[in-house]
C-alpha cells in the first residue's frame, strides 16, 4: 500500500480508501447500494486496515446517518487509534424534515458537523467535505463556514465534492483573498467509462495542488467484470435496481473487452485492470472502493500489485479517449508548438 500527500498540506493517506455506503441499508435508495450491519462492517473495516488502508469514507446521508454511527462504533470495537485512521464525511443533502435542514448554510453545516462528530464518536473530523453544489446559498457562505469549522478544531481539512472547475476555482479564489481555509481536495466520479474529469477538473487539481479522491471507480459495479456484451446484469443486481452513474455502455463495453483481455494475460481480474489503470493517474490521489463482502474487498485491495506497462496503459487511454471538444482541441492545436518549445528549452 503506498500513501500519497494530500493536497496541498503535509497529510498522507494510503491510496485506496474505504467507503462505506454499504452500511447501514437505511431508506429506499440505500438499501439498494448494501445493508451492511456492524459485524459484517466491522469485518471489512479490520481488513482494510490491515492491508494498511488508513482512509475511510462516510456521509451524513449514508442510510440516513446509520453509516456514520456504524463506522464509528466499529473504530471504538476495533479499539483503533485515532492516528492510525483519516476519517472523511460530508455535509449537503436533506438530513431533516425543517426547510433549513440541507444545503450549504452555515446554519446547516454548523448543525450537519455537530451531529456527524455525534454518531463517528470522534472529538474531531480529519475532513470534512462538502457533498454538491447549493444553488441557493453564496460560496463565500460556505467557505468561511467550513473555515470556523477548521478554527474552532472540529475539523482539520475540507474538501468538495461534485462540484463543477469554476465552483471550486471561486470557491479557492475566496480562500485566498480573506485567508480562510481552502479546499484541500475534490471527491468525484472518475473511470475508464467516464473520462469527462479530464476536460477542465484534473487541469485545475494539479495546477491548484488539490487531492483527487475517485468514487464509484467501477462505474457502479459495471467494470467489475460481470458485464459485457454478452454478459448482462442478473435480477437484483445493482445495475439493474439503481443504474448509476450514466455510462455510454457502448464505449464502455469497448473498455471492456481490452479490460478482459489484459486480466486474462495477467491473471487477475477485470476489476483490478479498472482499478489499477487508476492508481496509475498522476492526478490520482486515493481510489474509493466500498464491498459488501471480505472477498469483494481483497479483490480490490490486491489492484496496487497490478503493475500497467506503458504500452498497455496506452492501449486502455486510446480506447477510453474522450471525444475531442471546444475549446479543448483549439488549446491543444494553438498551444502545441510553446509546448515543444519549452520541451526543447528544458531537455
Known amino acids: 500500500m503506498r500513501y500519497q500527500p494530500f493536497g496541498n498540506t503535509g497529510l498522507f493517506v494510503s491510496e485506496l480508501c474505504l467507503g462505506t455506503m454499504t452500511f447501514g441499508g437505511q431508506g429506499e435508495l440505500w438499501s439498494q447500494i448494501g445493508d451492511l450491519q456492524q459485524s459484517d462492517a466491522e469485518r471489512l473495516i479490520g481488513r482494510a486496515l490491515d492491508a494498511g488502508i488508513n482512509f475511510i469514507d462516510t456521509a451524513d446521508v449514508y442510510s440516513q446517518g446509520q453509516s456514520e454511527v456504524i463506522t464509528g462504533q466499529a473504530l471504538k470495537n476495533l479499539n ?3 492516528d492510525d485512521v483519516v476519517v472523511a464525511t460530508k455535509v449537503f443533502g436533506e438530513t431533516g424534515a425543517g426547510v433549513n435542514a440541507r444545503g450549504l448554510t452555515r ?7 455537530k451531529a456527524s462528530l455525534k454518531r463517528l464518536q470522534l472529538d474531531h473530523i480529519d475532513l470534512y467535505q462538502v457533498h454538491g453544489f447549493d444553488p441557493a446559498t453564496p460560496i463565500e457562505e460556505t467557505v468561511r463556514a467550513l473555515n470556523t469549522l477548521v478554527e474552532h478544531g472540529h475539523v482539520r481539512y475540507v474538501g468538495v465534492s461534485n462540484w463543477a472547475a469554476w465552483q471550486i476555482m471561486k470557491a479557492l479564489g475566496i480562500a485566498e483573498r480573506h485567508g480562510l481555509a481552502r479546499f484541500e481536495s475534490l471527491q468525484a466520479y472518475y473511470t475508464l467509462a467516464g473520462r469527462d474529469l479530464e476536460r477542465d477538473i ?4 494539479q495546477s491548484e495542488t488539490l487531492g483527487l479522491m475517485v468514487w464509484s471507480p467501477l462505474a457502479g459495479g459495471l467494470l467489475s467484470g460481470k458485464y459485457g456484451r454478452d454478459k ?9 435496481t439503481f443504474d448509476f452513474p450514466p455510462v455510454d455502455v457502448e464505449r464502455a463495453y469497448d473498455c471492456i473487452d481490452v479490460m ?13 485492470i479498472a482499478l489499477a489503470w487508476l492508481l ?5 490521489t486515493s481510489v474509493i472502493i466500498g464491498a459488501k463482502r471480505t472477498d469483494q ?6 489492484a496496487t500489485g497490478v503493475r500497467l506497462s506503458e504500452a498497455e496503459r496506452a492501449e486502455l487511454d486510446a480506447v477510453s479517449a474522450l471525444p475531442a471538444e471546444y475549446p479543448g482541441w483549439m488549446l491543444e492545436r494553438q498551444g502545441d508548438y510553446r509546448r515543444q518549445q519549452l520541451a ?3 531537455r
Do not use: C, F, W
Not at 297 to 302: P, T, V
Open 344 to 346: 526543447d528549452a528544458t
Open 297 to 302: 474487498l481483497d479483490d480490490n485491495i490486491a
Open 107 to 113: 446554519y446547516h453545516i454548523m448543525e450537519g458537523v
Open 80 to 82: 483503533v487509534a485515532r
Open 202 to 205: 484534473v487541469p485545475l487539481l
Open 260 to 272: 478482459q483481455r489484459m486480466a486474462e494475460t495477467k491473471r487477475v481480474s477485470v476489476a483490478q
Open 280 to 284: 496509475h493517474q498522476r492526478a490520482v
Open 232 to 240: 448482462h446484469a442478473e435480477a437484483g443486481s445493482r445495475r439493474t
